[in-house]
């Protein structure tokens, strides 16, 4: 079982729509985690970052965290042609030395279509 | 206020030359890290460094990968002998301290291409 697993899609829905985008996790020790956007062929830029379960919003975007279920999520509401890209899941857990590395998943493409 | 800079942003090789990929933090930021895109993969993390200093190289394959992150000049991240196993996009991060993973900021990426 992979540490992190995210559906690659491609994920196709109307201008508008409500978007949802999820990932499961194994290792009970991650503590953080991320989301990412990453259009094709650039860096990945951060979107939303949490820390433990609950929820979180910015905007047209909302971050869940069901650690219980070891499970994340990402809604996008009023969904633009401009939201298509890879969104990426990201999760740490605070090391002994006192930093942190990330584990992603592999990226779950995202196409609205006007 | 410049972001990440990474250079070449594109780089080909013949198997067996060797690769310099650069990458310059964010102003303040004296800690990178670098992680690895192979196709159809996520993210991999390879190393992470302070100036002059390798903390952790636990993601670095043992042989012909190597970086370093001197006093002065840019992080670098190189690989000998290159196969075709290593083209990949390589994207280097930076923070302005270790323990904040929501201040990790990528750059662009360098994208390697091994003939």
């Known amino acids: 079982q992979k540490e992190v697993e995210q559906d690659p899609g491609p994920l196709s829905v109307p201008e508008g729509a409500i978007v949802s985008l999820n990932c499961t996790y194994s290792?009970?020790?991650?503590?953080?985690f991320m989301w990412y956007r990453q259009y094709s062929r650039k860096g990945p830029e951060l979107l939303m970052y949490?820390?433990?379960?609950g929820n979180k919003e910015d905007g047209r975007f909302t971050a869940q965290v069901d650690k219980s279920s070891k499970y994340i999520s990402l809604f996008i509401r009023d969904s633009q042609p401009s939201d298509s890209a890879t969104y990426l899941c990201?999760?740490?857990?605070?090391?002994?030395?006192?930093?942190?590395?990330?584990?992603f998943g592999k990226g779950t493409m995202l196409l609205v279509s006007p | 206020n410049a972001g990440v800079m990474q250079n070449p942003r594109h780089l080909v090789r013949r198997r067996g030359q060797e690769a310099r990929l650069r990458c310059s933090p964010m102003?303040?930021?004296?800690?990178v890290y670098w992680y690895r895109q192979l196709p159809e993969e996520g993210l991999k993390f390879m190393v992470y460094?302070?100036?002059?200093?390798?903390?952790?190289e636990s993601g670095m394959p043992k042989e012909r990968f190597s970086a370093e992150f001197p006093k002065e000049g840019p992080s670098i991240l190189r690989i000998q002998q290159v196969v075709r196993g290593d083209s990949a996009a390589y994207f280097c991060?930076?923070?302005?301290?270790?323990?904040?993973?929501?201040?990790?900021?990528f750059g662009e990426g360098s994208r390697l291409t091994v003939l």
């Open positions: 460094l302070q100036k002059e200093n390798i903390i952790d």
């Open positions: 991060a930076s923070s302005p301290s270790p323990g904040r993973a929501g201040e990790l900021f």
């Open positions: 290792n009970s020790a991650f503590q953080y």
């Open positions: 990201a999760m740490s857990a605070r090391s002994g030395s006192g930093y942190s590395t990330l584990t």
């Open positions: 102003k303040g930021h004296s800690h």
């Open positions: 949490t820390y433990s379960s």
